[in-house]
T-cell receptor, first 115, second 109 residues
Framework: KAGVTQTPRYLIKTRGQQVTLSCSPI?????VSWYQQTPGQGLQFLFE???????NKGNFPGRFSGRQFSNSRSEMNVSTLELGDSALYLC??????????????FGPGTRLTVL | GQSLEQPSEVTAVEGAIVQINCTYQ??????LSWYQQHDGGAPTFLSY????GLEETGRFSSFLSRSDSYGYLLLQELQMKDSASYFC??????????FGGGTRVLVKP
């Protein structure tokens, strides 16, 4: 099976702009989670989508939003970009149906730089 | 909320054994996972412990003590390719996966 894919891989934006990142999960996986990784804060959970519904949400401001489509592909949007949003954004998929033991399969990430 | 603590860096030579400890504080604990991430790469799953005890997968083993809120990842017969960051993660109340800050393992020849 093909792995998790994310597009674009690299992105440069300026403060105040908005950005949309895309994630295609492993075929058959219905859960997609998003994480932000920075040197200072480590890996932080943003949100999880399952069957087109947000199932869990981390502690991020409302500028961070997401959605999931019927084919399980997911997008994440960040509005009004700030310098502190510069990070590696990782998407992870899992079957989503085995409860709390779901292994996360990560994509390569999108490196976002905000200038 | 949840919090995890693990050492920031460990250095060892090829062939050695390294133990990465992870202590956590949380409510509604379900299990402890470990992930490996090479520089520039994506995290990859290594192991999961839901019950107390040792889980062995090849050269890597993971241990959990729920009563002590403590776990560790043991890397045996270290190889150069094991140089990477290792993250412990817990899934607890709210079904959110919380990661530790990561331990950078540097393997020297």
């Amino acid at each position: 099976k093909a792995g998790v894919t994310q597009t674009p891989r690299y992105l440069i934006k300026t403060r105040g702009q908005q950005v949309t990142l895309s994630c295609s999960p492993i075929s058959g996986h219905r859960s997609v989670s998003w994480y932000q990784q920075t040197p200072g804060q480590g890996l932080q959970f943003l949100f999880e989508y399952f069957s087109e519904t947000q199932r869990n949400k981390g502690n991020f401001p409302g500028r961070f939003s997401g959605r999931q489509f019927s084919n399980s592909r997911s997008e994440m949007n960040v509005s009004t970009l700030e310098l502190g949003d510069s990070a590696l954004y990782l998407c992870a998929s899992s079957p989503g149906t085995s409860g709390f033991t779901d292994t996360q399969y990560f994509g390569p990430g999108t490196r976002l730089t905000v200038l | 909320g949840q919090s995890l603590e693990q050492p920031s860096e460990v250095t060892a030579v090829e062939g050695a054994i390294v133990q990465i400890n992870c202590t956590y504080q949380t409510s509604g604990f379900y299990g402890l996972s470990w992930y490996q991430q090479h520089d520039g790469g994506a995290p990859t799953f290594l192991s999961y412990n839901a019950l107390d005890g040792l889980e062995e997968t090849g050269r890597f083993s993971s241990f959990l003590s729920r009563s002590d809120s403590y776990g560790y990842l043991l890397l045996q017969e270290l190889q150069m390719k094991d140089s990477a960051s290792y993250f412990c993660a817990i899934k607890a109340a709210g079904n959110k996966l919380t990661f530790g800050g990561g331990t950078r393992v540097l393997v020297k020849p």
